[in-house]
């Protein structure tokens, strides 16, 4: 007897239903569908390395570490975050660097 979808208790309790516990490909941005992505990966390319405040100010992402983190999810070559510094007012820079 096959389960209806959405007609199982236990799949409302689960609210996405079944579908949920499938794994799936991982989601991730690509510079070649995304303007930030492509300003962010140009940033990292141009200056060869660069803070998480320098990708902020060219492409005026809130998230520059997610960004940089599509990008090497979809197969782009940057480091992983060095830690440089503490701002006045609590913000933690990191610098990423382009690993060619």
Known sequence: MAIKKGKNKAHKALGRGIEALIPRKPHCGHPGRSRRLAKTLNCIMDLGTCTTFQIQRVTGSMKPSTDVDDLRRAGYRVSMAT?????????RVFRYTWLG
């Open 83 to 91: 830690y440089v510094r503490t701002t006045s007012d609590g913000r």
